[in-house]
């Protein structure tokens, strides 16, 4: 016996069986078959749910169907459904929906009794979706079909008429550009509120100078207020880069249709106009295809995302008891299950830590994009989610943030005790001697020489007698400790945009202006 009979014979269905199965021919017969292999395991059909079974309501006819002699499987309806989160844009759809219809009208494609019908039959079903009582039925896919198949329900054959000169793939786009637009302007407003309560906590804290930073080592004196200014400033630069994103963003694909336009007489300037639009897209491939927006969209969320866990960060180090420089309050704080002593910053760690699922959108939608052969495809339908979860996640982060800043206090004792620690006024030591014509590479090194000697001695610069000073270098005078401690530190500097006194002050006066806050 060769392999291959060999192994249909150890496969093959004895006689018995085969015989039994060939037999099968109705559901009830084959019910009979099994429970009789296994009798304790099956319970005999009732008449009912055989009746039942036969009786089963045949799935409504999709709105695409006409070519189609089979209905799409329950697996198939599942998988590729959007409803269950796309329905947000349902106000859109309707926006858009309404324009069209009259534009529409306005071309003489439907007629204005079939326009009236179909806006006040949109009016009804926004009414429904608002009280809750619309019925949104996954066998109608996407929230397009469902607001058209429900008007097709209530007012008849002038819905029918409405899809004219339109497909789902300008349609969607035209909602999903609309509802972007709106989520910027939200998120707009965020981020000026965040401003106005780190600018309120700067002026609380007038005069408090910290302890500022490179490499997570002291560095230089600054004055809290000018770092909490940084922050504004980074904040502004992400308002800017979305309303940039808006301005290109604002571009109409209604009339664009499936990908090469329409044949009717339509009137897309008319639609863009009414809809708020700065023009229609110039080329209907492009209008279908594009998702240049929402990339540069999830980009503008994810660079403020990285500013604000940057923020989180801090606060959650000066927050900790190595630092001790800032007390949130109870109100902005939580506790521990097992440990009864923990006040946590939590809010700001889920800051931190929900910056990685707004990076995570923007990497989702660049990989969904980046192997799309024009113009459109199924793939797209992919692009909602990250959105909806970028924009959720970021003004809830905009949101917290702001509640923090006006819920935390900054230590002044603790931070005057630690100001001395690491020779913040270094650098201010070393602009001395360069206005004493030293060079500055010189001044480097004598300064350098200058700490070496103070942590011999475990003391600072302003410790150092002058004869000290001067068996480094002759060059120093009495005027020198108008320059060592950082209060005098913060007094020397001038430039544009330094931390200085006068600087700081003109900082957070433009602020106060800009954001109008009193």
């Not at 529409?104 to 009582?133: K, V, Y």
């Not at 509802?179 to 309560?197: F, G, N, P, T, Y």
């Not at 005069?207 to 922050?231: D, E, K, M, N």
């Not at 430039?495 to 900082?507: D, E």
């Amino acid at each position: 016996m060769d392999s291959v009979s060999s192994t249909s014979a150890i496969f093959a269905a004895p006689p018995s069986l085969s015989s039994s199965f060939s037999s099968l021919s109705t559901p009830q017969a084959s019910f009979t078959f099994l429970r009789r292999m296994n009798p304790r395991r099956m319970e005999p059909l009732r008449a009912s749910q055989v009746a039942a079974a036969a009786a089963a309501k045949p799935k409504e006819a999709k709105l695409w169907g006409g070519r189609f002699e089979e209905s799409v499987t329950d697996a198939v309806e599942r998988f590729t459904e959007s409803i269950s989160y796309d329905k947000q844009l349902y106000k859109h759809d309707i926006m858009g929906s309404k324009a069209h219809a009259s534009m529409l009208a306005q071309q003489g494609l439907i007629t204005l009794s079939d326009r009236d019908s179909i806006i006040e039959g949109l009016n009804q079903i926004e009414t429904h979706i608002e009280n809750g009582e619309f019925n949104w039925r996954t066998d109608r896919e996407d929230v397009h079909m469902n607001i058209e198949a429900a008007l097709t329900d209530m007012i008849g054959e002038p819905a029918k008429k409405l899809h004219t000169a339109r497909s789902r793939n300008d349609q969607v786009l035209t909602d999903f550009r609309l509802w972007c637009r709106d989520a910027i302007d939200k998120i707009l407003k965020s981020m000026k509120h965040l401003q106005v309560s780190l600018v309120t906590l700067a002026l609380k804290n007038d005069g408090l100078i910290v302890p500022g930073y490179t490499h997570l080592q002291r560095a230089q004196p600054v004055l809290l207020q000018h770092l909490l200014l940084a922050y504004v400033e980074e904040i502004e630069r992400d308002a800017g880069r979305l309303v940039d994103c808006r301005a290109r963003m604002n571009f109409c694909p209604l009339g664009a249709c499936a990908l090469a336009g329409t044949g009717l007489p339509i009137d897309r300037f008319m639609t863009s106009d009414a809809l708020g639009f700065t023009a229609p897209l110039r080329n209907s491939i492009d209008a279908v295809s594009d998702r240049d927006f929402v990339l540069e969209f999830l980009s503008a969320n994810a660079i403020t995302a990285v500013h604000l866990s940057r923020l989180g960060e801090e606060w959650v180090l000066w927050a900790s008891e190595e630092f001790g420089f800032i007390t949130p309050s109870d109100s902005v704080s939580t506790g521990s299950s097992i440990m009864p002593q923990k006040k946590n910053p939590d809010p700001m760690e889920l800051v931190r830590g929900k910056s990685a699922r707004v990076i995570g959108d923007l990497v989702t939608l660049l990989t969904l994009c980046k192997g799309l052969p024009h113009a459109y495809n199924r793939d797209l339908q992919e692009d909602k989610e990250p959105v909806f979860d970028s924009v959720k996640t970021i003004l809830g982060m905009l949101e917290v943030s702001a509640e923090f800043a006006l819920n935390i206090t900054y230590n002044r004792e603790r931070i005057q005790k630690a100001l001395p620690a690491g020779h913040l006024d270094a650098t201010t030591l070393a602009d001395y001697l360069v206005k004493k014509g030293v060079p500055f590479r010189t001044s480097h090194d004598i300064v350098g020489r200058a700490v070496a000697l103070c942590t011999s001695k475990n003391c600072q610069l302003l410790d150092l007698s002058l004869d000290e000073l001067r068996s480094i270098n002759t060059v120093f005078d009495e005027d020198v400790y108008e320059f060592l401690g950082v209060e005098n530190s913060i007094q020397k500097f001038s430039s544009y945009g330094s931390t200085g006194s006068a600087c700081v002050a003109s900082q957070l006066d433009y602020w106060i202006k800009k954001l109008e806050t009193n």
